[in-house]
C-alpha cells in the first residue's frame, strides 16, 4: 500500500493564480482531511469529507475548496492565491483523530 | 473553544537522559488526545489516543499518561533516534475537528 500520496512536493505560486493540490490514499477509508502547518501555529483544519460527496469546512476555509467525487481522491484547490497561504500542507486520511498523513506540500506565494 | 499548549517549545537530552512532555488541553467533553511524531520534511505518525484520565499508553521508550487537565509523554532513556517534534492534539465534545497544539522539538544528543 501507497498510503497517502501528495502531489507535488513543492510549488512556488504567484498572487492571483489557482491551483490545486492532489491528494488520494488506498486504504478505503471514508474520512479525508487537508491541515496547512504553519511555524509555531501546528496544524490547522481547512476542510475534510467524511466520505464520497461529503464534504465539510474545517478552522481556516477560507480561499480553498474541495470536492470529494471517489473514496479515493480528496483534492485542495486554490482559487487565487495569496501570500497568506504561503504554508506546508497535510492530507490525512483514516478516523477523525487516528490519522495516516501524506508528505505534504510546501507552498510558497510570491 | 478547545485550546492544547504544549511545553517545552524545545528540548534537548543527552541519550539515556529521560524527561516528559506536557500538553495541557481546555476542551468541552474530552473524545480523545493524541499523540503524534513528526520528522523533519514529514508528515506527522500517529503514536497513542488516550480516552479517559488515568489511561497510559506505551510504545517502546514512550508512555503517555493522562490527566483531567493534561497529557504527558514520558521518554525512558532516550535514543539519537527519538529526535522529533511530538504533537499532541485533541478532541473535543463537538467531535467536528482535531485542535492541534504547535508541538515540542526532541533533540537527543548521543
Known amino acids: 500500500n501507497a498510503g497517502v500520496t501528495q502531489t507535488p512536493k513543492f510549488q512556488v505560486l504567484k498572487t492571483g493564480q489557482s491551483m490545486t493540490l492532489q491528494c488520494a490514499q488506498d486504504m478505503n477509508h471514508e474520512y479525508m482531511s487537508w491541515y496547512r502547518q504553519d511555524p509555531g501555529m501546528g496544524l490547522r483544519l481547512i476542510h475534510y469529507s467524511v466520505g464520497a460527496g461529503i464534504t465539510d469546512q474545517g478552522e481556516v476555509p477560507n480561499g480553498y475548496n474541495v470536492s470529494r467525487s471517489t473514496t479515493e481522491d480528496f483534492p485542495l484547490r486554490l482559487l487565487s492565491a495569496a501570500p497568506s497561504q504561503t504554508s506546508v500542507y497535510f492530507c490525512?486520511?483514516?478516523?477523525?483523530?487516528?490519522?495516516?498523513f501524506g508528505p505534504g506540500t510546501r507552498l510558497t506565494v510570491l | 473553544e478547545d485550546q492544547v499548549t504544549q511545553s517545552p517549545e524545545a528540548l534537548r537530552l543527552q541519550e539515556g537522559e529521560s524527561s516528559s512532555l506536557n500538553c495541557s488541553y481546555t476542551?468541552?467533553?474530552?473524545?480523545?488526545l493524541f499523540w503524534y511524531r513528526q520528522d523533519p520534511g514529514k508528515g506527522p505518525e500517529f503514536l497513542f489516543t488516550?480516552?479517559?484520565a488515568g489511561e497510559e499508553k506505551e510504545k517502546e521508550r514512550l508512555k503517555a499518561t493522562l490527566t483531567k487537565k493534561e497529557s504527558f509523554l514520558h521518554i525512558t532513556a532516550p535514543k539519537p533516534e527519538d529526535s522529533a517534534t511530538y504533537l499532541c492534539a485533541v478532541l473535543g465534545g463537538s467531535a467536528r475537528q482535531l485542535t492541534f497544539g504547535s508541538g515540542t522539538q526532541l533533540t537527543v544528543l548521543p
Open positions: 476542551v468541552s467533553g474530552l473524545r480523545g
Open positions: 490525512g486520511s483514516g478516523d477523525r483523530g487516528r490519522e495516516f
Open positions: 488516550l480516552y479517559s
